[in-house]
């Protein structure tokens, strides 16, 4: 596996795959996964949109690669 989740810079920069404190992320990430049996963490960044007044979060699973986005 690689060193770093993401080196898009759209995902953020880099973030460390498995680092609870990563210092990439925003807001309250990471946290785990919660994909069925997923042991993985959530990474996010803030994307440069806003939906209904509030900046969009895009989070991905460093381990199972599930992405979600939210408000």
């Known amino acids: ?14 973030h460390t ?4 404190r990563c210092q990439a992320c925003t807001d309250d990430f990471p946290h785990l996964c919660g994909r069925d049996s997923c042991s993985g963490l959530m990474h996010a960044h803030a994307s440069g949109f806003e939906r209904g007044g509030k900046r969009v979060v895009t989070s991905r699973c460093d381990r199972c690669g599930r992405h979600l986005a939210a408000a």
């Open 1 to 14: 596996m690689a060193a770093f989740v993401f080196h898009n810079p759209n995902y953020g920069g880099a």
């Open 17 to 20: 795959r498995g680092n609870v």
